[in-house]
């Protein structure tokens, strides 16, 4: 099973939302990337709870059109039943061996933001991929 119970009983909290628009440049190169990088961490937990936070950046290199960050945490209830210590290394394993799964109701969330976010602009709506991006 685990330490972090991977059920629906979970809630998310936003807390970071920043959209930076860029004017478009006569001079802007016509070749250019597209990024969207996705970091996470445990950042708190106790006996009762694990909070992880997400971090999705979208981005152009080089910079162009906009930048747009959107910071979410989950809180999971910790299974007092399994008999692992509980300690940020054991919660850090545990995530990365199961991180599309505990990290896909972020990523939905970072997604659905976003695609909001530029729908603002009528003209542009980005659509990131509702997975974690390296």
């Known amino acids: 099973?685990?330490?972090?119970?991977?059920?629906?009983?979970?809630?998310?909290?936003l807390l970071k939302v920043n959209y930076e628009i860029i004017p478009f440049r006569e001079d802007s190169p016509e070749d250019f990337k597209f990024v969207v990088?996705?970091?996470?961490?445990?950042?708190?937990f106790n006996e009762d709870i694990v909070g992880i936070t997400l971090t999705r950046k979208v981005y152009y290199k080089p910079e162009m059109?906009?930048?747009?960050?959107v910071k979410l945490r989950?809180?999971?209830?910790i299974d007092k039943e399994e008999k692992k210590e509980l300690n940020k290394f054991n919660l850090k394993k545990e995530l990365e061996g199961n991180k599309k799964t505990l990290?896909?109701?972020?990523?939905n969330k970072a997604s659905l933001l976003i695609a909001n976010i530029t729908n603002a602009d009528d003209n542009l709506s980005v659509i990131t991929p509702p997975f974690l991006q390296k």
């Open 37 to 44: 990088q996705d970091n996470y961490e445990i950042k708190d």
């Open 1 to 13: 099973m685990g330490l972090i119970k991977q059920n629906r009983e979970f809630e998310i909290d």
């Open 65 to 69: 059109f906009f930048n747009i960050l």
């Open 74 to 77: 989950v809180f999971y209830k």
């Open 103 to 107: 990290l896909s109701p972020l990523v």
